[in-house]
């Protein structure tokens, strides 16, 4: 495709409209808008993402608890959708302290089995392992897609409704200068 025919709607012609001024003009803006704020978008939130998997990796570490009851196993026991139950444990914090607390464990634990768990700096459980590093860059690559994709969807779409108002607009001028010449 040469240059004339990217730029057809804004070389100069006797039969181009306003309509298809501010056509080219909306397309231009919406294209530049997507393209620099999606990616605008993207890179804060993968900046963003990143930041906090490093912050979590360098707050959390792996514990060694200890279960202080048998687990349940009947049918009153809080069961996850991985088959675990929650089950009673005793941790030590960073600071030394002996701490108390509910985890998911495996129903066949007895009464001082270990459990591998996760905490924060000041010794409370966290929901789970902090993500490794290339779990961290891939999660935070995808929550940059839809970051971007959401940045970009608005603008587009103002973009579409824009082009559609100026399309009634031409089909009203159309049928306006149809009157005119129809009869003859």
Do not use: C, Y
Not at 68 to 90: E, I, K, L, N
Not at 115 to 141: C, F, M, N, Y
């Amino acid at each position: 495709m040469s240059g004339k025919q990217w730029l057809w709607r804004w070389r100069s012609n006797p039969l181009r409209r306003p309509e298809d001024i501010a056509e080219a003009w909306i397309v231009l803006a919406v294209w530049v808008f997507v393209v620099i704020g999606g990616a605008v978008a993207g890179l804060v939130v993968f900046h963003g993402a990143e930041q906090r998997f490093a912050q979590q990796r360098a707050q959390r570490h792996p514990v060694r608890a200890v279960l202080t009851a048998d687990a349940p196993h009947d049918v009153t026991a809080q069961w996850s959708a991985d088959g675990r139950v929650q089950g009673s444990v005793r941790w030590k914090a960073p600071d030394g302290t002996l701490h108390d607390g509910h985890t998911l464990v495996d129903p066949t634990l007895r009464a001082g089995a270990g459990v591998p768990l996760w905490q924060d700096d000041q010794g409370r459980l966290t929901a789970s392992a902090p993500a490794k590093p290339v779990e961290g860059h891939i999660e935070a690559g995808l929550l940059a897609t839809v970051a971007a994709l959401a940045a970009s969807a608005p603008v587009f779409g103002a973009g579409a409704l824009a082009r559609a108002r100026l399309d009634r607009r031409r089909m009203a001028h159309w049928e306006q200068e149809w009157d005119l010449v129809g009869p003859r």
